[in-house]
């Protein structure tokens, strides 16, 4: 239980280091450039969440194929070469396309500028968030998940403290919350790096042609949680679209105080889900079904709890809060996020269990359930609900959105699971119901 705890203790602190890049630049923002400002960064942030969910695609895929084959292989050097190609790709559209891109996001003749700018330094840097994120997972899954928690923690510390240098005292605004989130995943890196002196090593680093097969498989296994961080990205495309058209840009920065909460929470999940992975994809490799069904109940458990305690800070203190992202104080900006938080946030309750699901699945190797969890999460359910209920109920249809779906998808992941229960009763045993 104690090794539990542990992994699951580092990966959620790496992941919520990760989440507080984006959360830092939104408290910056909101308070060095304003109501403008927070809507563009929530224009840009689908991409942020694009280039982190391939990290993760590599990253989540390769490291439990490297761990289900028992550590062998030279997968980890076939697809860092392969995020770095990608990455590359993505450095080429911000140096040339930025501004087209913008405006196919959304970005209005008051926020286009500013959208731009952030974009700018995010898509150049790509190489680099691709390549953290890869080496997160494979560092965690080769027994070192210490290292991984410090290198996020290091590098989230770095964000928040040059945020404020270069928005206040250096007065960057908008390319100072960019400049410092693109050099934090060069100091993780860094860090990371510093694994080739551990000890239980079996990670090694050399030239290798990335093999298709590799590749494939890899995203197979890592395509839930690809999917699972581009549903962040995709709703709050979706969102911005349809509160465009409710609200304007007011709406937008409203959903924006909420957005990066939820991204905040939902890395709270992902961290107790990747915690486990690890550790669900070893004792699968022995076929230690006892075990597999104690670290699932555990990840349940405890990611169940965060929601709990998270839901109950955000009700209580939600002025606070918005707050603390309004620095002019507008009275309609308040009046949004106030009504949205309670109905929103409900979601938080389906999310823990369904984001822990998905990558449970993910981990012993059965990529079909994962992905359609994460499917029925970010798009099959989600994009239909958000564009009725919003054009039925207004801005109130669009806040229950969320926990309408989470609720759905939850419906899904337990019959996935007694269907799993049912088929596979030498890994969970005869009476495994969760």
């Given at each position: 239980m104690n090794e539990i705890k542990g992994y699951v203790t580092r990966s959620v602190l790496s992941t919520l280091g990760l989440s507080l890049y984006i959360l830092a630049d939104t408290f910056f923002i909101a308070?060095?450039?304003?109501?403008?400002g927070l809507a563009a960064l929530n224009i840009a942030l689908p991409l942020f969440n694009l280039l982190t969910g391939l990290g993760l695609l590599l990253g989540m895929g390769g490291a439990t194929l490297f761990t289900l084959k028992g550590r062998r292989g030279d997968y980890f050097s076939q697809l860092l070469i392969v995020g770095a190609a990608i990455g590359l790709f993505f450095t080429i559209i911000g140096v040339f396309f930025s501004h087209d891109l913008?405006?196919?996001?959304?970005?209005?003749g008051a926020t286009v500028e500013l959208t731009v700018m952030y974009m700018r330094f995010i898509l150049v840097m790509a190489p680099f968030f691709i390549?953290?994120?890869?080496?997160?997972?494979?560092?965690?899954n080769d027994q070192n998940p210490q290292l991984a928690m410090k290198a996020m923690i290091c590098s989230s510390l770095f964000n928040i403290v040059f945020d404020y240098i270069f928005v206040f005292p250096m007065n960057l605004g908008m390319a100072g919350a960019a400049l410092a989130t693109v050099l934090s995943p060069i100091l993780s890196l860094m860090i990371l790096s510093t694994h080739r002196k551990f000890s239980k090593r079996q990670l090694s680093l050399t030239w290798a042609?990335?093999?298709?097969?590799?590749?494939?498989?890899?995203?197979q296994l890592g395509l839930s949680s690809f999917l699972a961080e581009m549903s962040t990205g995709v709703s709050i495309l979706v969102f911005n679209q349809v509160l465009i058209g409710l609200g304007g840009d007011i709406a937008i920065a409203a959903y924006g105080v909420l957005a990066n909460i939820l991204v905040v929470a939902l890395s709270l999940f992902t961290g107790v889900a990747q915690g486990i992975q690890p550790l669900i994809s070893r004792a699968v490799n022995k076929g230690d079904t006892p075990?597999?069904?104690k670290v699932l109940n555990f990840g349940l458990r405890t990611?169940?709890?965060?929601?709990?305690?998270?839901?109950?800070l955000l009700f209580f203190l939600k002025y606070p809060i918005i707050s603390a992202f309004n620095r002019e104080n507008d009275p309609i900006l308040i009046q949004l996020a106030a009504a949205g938080i309670p109905i929103f946030f409900l979601s938080l309750f389906g999310s823990s269990f369904n984001v822990v699901f998905s990558i449970f699945f993910s981990a012993i190797g059965?990529?079909?359930q994962a992905f359609a969890l994460a499917l029925f999460r970010g798009y099959i359910f989600l994009i239909p609900l958000v564009i009725v209920l919003a054009g039925i109920f207004g801005l109130t249809g669009a806040w229950v959105s969320l926990p309408v779906t989470e609720g759905a998808t939850l419906l899904f992941s337990f019959f996935f699971l007694r269907q799993y229960d049912k088929s596979s009763k030498k890994m969970l045993g005869t009476d495994s119901a969760i």
């Open positions: 308070n060095g450039v304003g109501v403008l913008a405006l196919l996001l959304g970005a209005s390549s953290n994120n890869l080496c997160l997972a494979f560092i965690r042609i990335p093999e298709l097969r590799t590749i494939t498989k890899s995203v075990t597999v069904k990611s169940f709890l965060m929601a709990v305690g998270l839901y109950l059965r990529a079909k």
